[in-house]
């Protein structure tokens, strides 16, 4: 069977991740079994290990089968931004400003078709942020490009978490014999992720300040409420004592009248 060939594998799971997130389960034991029945043990052990991608996830496989001329947009602009800094890095002069500005368009594009996608597949609205962020993240890699490209990512990733990148192929690599020292290129792209990593942390950081801000105040507003509440709960009682008393020399007097009659 062509499942069985490295070929028509690969064919077989980019169907596979193309599929809407409920049949994905079936078609990947399908998948395994066939593989299986052909001898492919191996593979269809492999096969039978793939995750079902969260809704995130299939949101950004989805956009390289839909939209393959800005996920190569983004991925450009992800590859110059990660160089760019490398550069600076280096004290050299670099287009970075202009490296982040095509890497801001390609994301904003993404975003929309990301809503759209999301829309058709009654995904909710907080999917399309972690997808961007996913987006922005795979870009920054060589490994994080190639998966995008494909249409092939199994994790959500969020700058810095390079790391979550994983595949069939990955699974199915043979370890080397030796650790080759890193290439110039690797170990400035390296530095180039931690200095994106470091202003993520910050901008985080800042963020965590501004909310712990906004919960103290909202905390002492819903003090404030929780008093005046209470106040107004013992006016009320009051008001209800008061008027139950009215109400008993109401009944005291119309009784005073029938004697009278």
């Known amino acids: 069977m062509a499942a069985a060939s490295k070929a028509g594998l690969e064919g077989e799971l980019d169907r596979l991740y193309q599929l809407p997130l409920s049949e994905f389960t079936s078609a990947r034991d399908d998948l395994s079994k066939r593989l299986r029945a052909d001898g492919a043990g191996e593979r269809a052990q492999e096969v039978k290990k793939l995750r079902k991608p969260t809704a ?33 890095a280096a004290g050299e002069l670099s287009p970075f400003s202009e490296a982040r500005r095509d890497e801001h368009r390609a994301l904003e594009q993404l975003a929309k078709a990301t809503r759209e996608i999301a829309e058709r597949a009654a995904i909710g609205p907080s999917a399309v942020a972690r997808a961007t962020d996913t987006l922005r993240a795979a870009s920054l890699t060589a490994e994080g490009r190639d998966l995008l490209r494909r249409g092939r990512l199994t994790e959500e990733l969020e700058p810095p978490g390079f790391e979550a990148l994983t595949g069939l192929d990955a699974v199915a690599r043979p370890a080397r014999a030796k650790k080759k020292p890193p290439r110039s290129d690797d170990a400035a792209e390296k530095q180039a992720a931690l200095k994106l990593a470091r202003e993520r942390v910050r901008q985080l950081r800042a963020k965590e300040r501004e909310l712990a801000t906004a919960a103290r105040a909202a905390e002492r507003e819903a003090k404030r409420a929780e008093a005046e509440a209470e106040v107004a709960r013992g006016r009320a009682a009051e008001a209800e004592e008061r008027a139950r008393a009215i109400s008993e020399q109401r009944e005291a007097a119309q009784a005073d009248l029938d004697r009278l009659r």
């Open 56 to 88: 995130v996830v299939w949101l950004v496989n989805q956009l390289a089968r839909e939209r393959p001329l800005d996920v190569q947009r983004l991925v450009k602009a992800g590859e110059s931004l990660t160089k760019s800094q490398a550069r600076a």
